[in-house]
Nanobody, 120 residues
Protein backbone atom coordinates (compact mmCIF):
# COMPACT_ATOMS: atom_id res chain seq x y z
CA UNK A 1 0.00 0.00 0.00
CA UNK A 2 1.42 3.33 -1.09
CA UNK A 3 1.67 5.94 1.64
CA UNK A 4 3.08 9.43 1.89
CA UNK A 5 2.81 10.82 5.40
CA UNK A 6 3.65 14.47 6.04
CA UNK A 7 4.47 15.98 9.41
CA UNK A 8 5.95 19.14 10.87
CA UNK A 9 3.27 21.68 10.09
CA UNK A 10 1.95 24.13 12.63
CA UNK A 11 1.57 27.75 13.64
CA UNK A 12 4.61 29.99 13.36
CA UNK A 13 5.19 33.72 13.55
CA UNK A 14 6.34 35.70 10.51
CA UNK A 15 10.07 35.35 10.11
CA UNK A 16 10.08 31.98 11.79
CA UNK A 17 11.04 28.55 10.51
CA UNK A 18 9.48 25.13 10.10
CA UNK A 19 10.73 21.82 8.76
CA UNK A 20 8.26 19.56 6.99
CA UNK A 21 8.97 15.88 6.59
CA UNK A 22 7.39 13.24 4.37
CA UNK A 23 7.89 9.53 4.88
CA UNK A 24 7.18 7.27 1.92
CA UNK A 25 6.32 3.59 1.81
CA UNK A 26 4.85 1.05 -0.57
CA UNK A 27 6.85 2.01 -3.67
CA UNK A 28 10.45 2.29 -4.82
CA UNK A 29 11.18 5.72 -3.44
CA UNK A 30 14.58 6.12 -5.10
CA UNK A 31 13.01 5.99 -8.56
CA UNK A 32 10.70 8.92 -7.97
CA UNK A 33 11.14 12.64 -8.25
CA UNK A 34 9.66 14.21 -5.14
CA UNK A 35 7.77 17.47 -4.87
CA UNK A 36 6.20 19.71 -2.30
CA UNK A 37 3.01 21.49 -3.31
CA UNK A 38 0.85 23.87 -1.34
CA UNK A 39 -2.71 25.08 -1.53
CA UNK A 40 -4.00 28.18 0.18
CA UNK A 41 -7.74 28.77 0.76
CA UNK A 42 -9.42 29.83 -2.46
CA UNK A 43 -6.29 29.27 -4.53
CA UNK A 44 -5.05 26.55 -6.84
CA UNK A 45 -2.49 24.04 -5.72
CA UNK A 46 0.99 25.25 -6.65
CA UNK A 47 4.36 23.55 -6.93
CA UNK A 48 6.75 24.85 -4.28
CA UNK A 49 9.87 22.71 -4.64
CA UNK A 50 11.10 19.65 -6.51
CA UNK A 51 14.01 17.26 -6.13
CA UNK A 52 15.14 14.64 -8.62
CA UNK A 53 15.26 10.95 -7.78
CA UNK A 54 18.98 11.06 -6.95
CA UNK A 55 18.79 14.42 -5.21
CA UNK A 56 21.13 15.96 -7.73
CA UNK A 57 18.69 18.51 -9.07
CA UNK A 58 16.34 20.85 -7.24
CA UNK A 59 13.91 23.52 -8.38
CA UNK A 60 11.92 26.12 -6.49
CA UNK A 61 9.04 28.45 -7.10
CA UNK A 62 10.22 32.03 -7.38
CA UNK A 63 8.18 32.93 -4.30
CA UNK A 64 10.26 30.64 -2.05
CA UNK A 65 13.73 30.78 -3.62
CA UNK A 66 16.37 31.54 -1.05
CA UNK A 67 14.02 30.74 1.84
CA UNK A 68 13.05 27.08 1.33
CA UNK A 69 15.31 24.05 0.89
CA UNK A 70 14.19 20.63 -0.27
CA UNK A 71 16.25 17.54 0.54
CA UNK A 72 15.82 13.77 0.50
CA UNK A 73 17.29 10.66 2.04
CA UNK A 74 16.80 7.63 -0.18
CA UNK A 75 18.04 5.30 2.55
CA UNK A 76 15.24 6.46 4.85
CA UNK A 77 12.57 7.11 2.19
CA UNK A 78 12.13 10.66 3.34
CA UNK A 79 11.89 14.09 1.75
CA UNK A 80 12.07 17.27 3.79
CA UNK A 81 11.25 20.91 3.22
CA UNK A 82 13.14 23.40 5.35
CA UNK A 83 11.24 26.69 5.42
CA UNK A 84 12.87 29.87 6.73
CA UNK A 85 11.87 33.51 6.85
CA UNK A 86 8.23 32.49 6.68
CA UNK A 87 5.63 35.00 5.54
CA UNK A 88 1.86 35.09 6.00
CA UNK A 89 1.56 34.33 2.27
CA UNK A 90 3.19 30.95 2.96
CA UNK A 91 0.08 29.90 4.88
CA UNK A 92 -1.34 26.83 3.15
CA UNK A 93 -1.78 23.10 3.32
CA UNK A 94 1.48 21.54 2.16
CA UNK A 95 1.41 18.27 0.24
CA UNK A 96 4.12 15.75 -0.48
CA UNK A 97 4.03 14.31 -4.01
CA UNK A 98 5.88 11.47 -5.70
CA UNK A 99 6.23 11.35 -9.49
CA UNK A 100 7.69 8.78 -11.87
CA UNK A 101 7.18 8.43 -15.57
CA UNK A 102 8.05 5.14 -17.22
CA UNK A 103 7.24 4.20 -20.82
CA UNK A 104 4.75 7.06 -21.01
CA UNK A 105 2.93 5.89 -17.90
CA UNK A 106 2.75 8.46 -15.11
CA UNK A 107 2.85 7.23 -11.54
CA UNK A 108 1.82 9.96 -9.09
CA UNK A 109 1.09 9.72 -5.38
CA UNK A 110 -0.05 12.32 -2.85
CA UNK A 111 0.11 12.67 0.89
CA UNK A 112 -2.79 13.90 2.99
CA UNK A 113 -1.25 17.31 3.63
CA UNK A 114 -0.06 19.25 6.64
CA UNK A 115 -1.25 22.71 7.62
CA UNK A 116 1.23 25.57 7.87
CA UNK A 117 -0.05 28.82 9.32
CA UNK A 118 2.14 31.91 9.48
CA UNK A 119 0.59 34.52 11.71
CA UNK A 120 1.41 36.82 14.59
Amino acid sequence: QVQLVESGGGLVQPGGSLRLSCVASGFTFSKYDMNWYRQAPGKERELVASISSTGGRTNYADSVKGRFTISRDNAKNTVDLEMNSLKPDDTAVYYCNALWTAWSVVYRYWGQGTQVTVSS
